[in-house]
């Protein structure tokens, strides 16, 4: 209002043609202004979101100044001899291993989304090297994985017990979709960013005359003992970012246990998982849609002290709860939304195996794999935790 009255103030001292005039150059002259601080603005925050990116397959570290544009396709010259170096020792990893040069395609894809194919000392949270990988999760120490030679092994053959995986613990990955063999390994947030990488990796692989078509075995030779060197020690099995959640019926793999030194049972874990065994082979028709009362008993508690399966997940200090990650331990809780209230859970017992009720035969335990929970149930994989029950009794 007071603006309105203003311009007619003016008017009537000026005339309103006269006013008008002013008016629009007022406009042109706040619409200039409110433009220029919206560039900035839009540029300040591209920056902080530029800067705040990470996490697997979407690289956050700071990129050499001679990347051209600024991405792996178009490198500076020096950038682009350091790529090729590295995926020369890729793809003679591979070779050495009996892999095939589709092996030595998805560690190019691979490393390139990761990394732009150069190994980093750095990114985000401790991950390091050409693909990103994480002495906190298990993939090595940090000495180690900065040499392209070890780093390359572990993607390809994994950890010496399966976990973490890589490529050749993944069923099937030779005939996969060449980015969802990289996603199954890696475990990005962003699954789909691997297959935009296949063009260049194909062209680096020309420039160091490697060959794609070599055949291979489908698990190759990890070499005697294993990978290289030993495993550090293991702070958090799984990543900050959540896992993604795969497809149902994708295989699970075992990980490691070491349970927190909160989590305190009557029974042992290897003395649940036997007792889950019996309880298949010789137990009765108890356990009725009491998927939480039998993995609490299996650990000797008479009960749990949650109403509900997937409360007593959502219930879990944040710590304990593995979000969609498939590499659970033998002897973890692994649960599921089902649709209803309850949702489920059940014993992982290692080998992708799991002991459940009502799976095979209502009120019965039985030993199947875990993926049946989602192909035949139709549910919802959530994630795994340790066998803690602070509410047990």
């Known amino acids: 209002m007071e603006g309105r009255d203003a311009?007619?103030?003016?008017?009537?001292?000026?005339?309103?043609?006269?006013?008008?005039?002013?008016g629009a150059i007022g406009s042109a002259v706040l619409l200039i202004f409110l433009l220029i601080v919206g560039i900035i603005g839009m540029s300040?925050?591209?920056?902080?979101?530029?800067?705040?990116?990470?996490?697997?397959?979407?690289?956050?570290?700071?990129?050499?100044?001679?990347?051209?544009?600024?991405?792996?396709q178009l490198p500076g010259e020096s950038t682009r001899k350091d790529q090729i170096k590295n995926a020369q020792i890729i793809d003679e990893t591979a070779k050495e291993r009996g892999l095939s040069g589709r092996a030595t395609l998805i560690a190019l894809m691979t490393a390139l989304q990761e990394s732009t194919l150069l190994n980093l000392d750095h990114g985000d949270l401790d991950s390091i090297g050409l693909f990103q990988q994480r002495p906190s999760s298990g993939w090595g120490t940090k000495a180690q994985i900065m040499q392209p030679k070890y780093a390359a092994t572990m993607f390809f053959f994994g950890g010496d017990s399966g976990d973490p995986p890589g490529l050749t613990d993944i069923r099937g990955w030779e005939t996969m979709p060449l980015g969802a063999a990289a996603q199954a390994v890696q475990r990005s947030a962003y699954p789909d960013y691997y297959d935009r990488h296949e063009g260049p990796a194909r062209e680096i692989a020309r420039l160091g005359a490697i060959d794609l078509n070599r055949a291979g075995t489908s698990t190759g030779n990890p070499g005697p003992g294993g990978t290289p060197g030993t495993q550090g020690p293991r702070t958090n099995r799984c990543d900050t970012n959540p896992g993604t959640p795969g497809q149902p019926g994708q295989p699970f793999h075992d990980g490691l246990a070491g349970w927190p030194a909160n989590v305190k049972n009557p029974r042992s874990t290897e003395g649940a998982i036997a007792w889950a065994k019996a309880e298949a082979q010789n137990g009765g028709s108890e356990w009725y849609r009491a998927c939480l009362a039998f993995v609490a008993r299996t650990y000797g508690w008479g009960a749990s002290g949650v109403s509900f399966a997937i409360d007593h997940y959502y219930q879990m200090p944040p710590e304990m709860k593995h979000d969609k990650d498939r590499n659970p331990p033998a002897g973890a809780l692994m649960y599921w939304e089902t649709g209803s209230r309850a949702g489920h859970v059940a014993l992982y017992l290692g080998g992708g195996m799991i002991a459940s009720n009502d799976i095979k035969r209502p009120g019965y335990i039985d030993i199947v794999p875990a993926t049946d929970i989602e192909t035949k149930w139709g549910a919802t994989y959530v994630g795994w935790a340790p066998p803690y029950f602070p509410q047990g009794g």
Do not use: F, N, T
């Open 7 to 22: 311009l007619r103030a003016a008017a009537s001292v000026a005339g309103r043609a006269a006013a008008l005039k002013v």
């Open 44 to 72: 300040s925050g591209s920056k902080a979101l530029a800067d705040a990116c990470g996490g697997r397959g979407m690289p956050g570290a700071e990129l050499p100044s001679d990347l051209g544009d600024g991405s792996a």
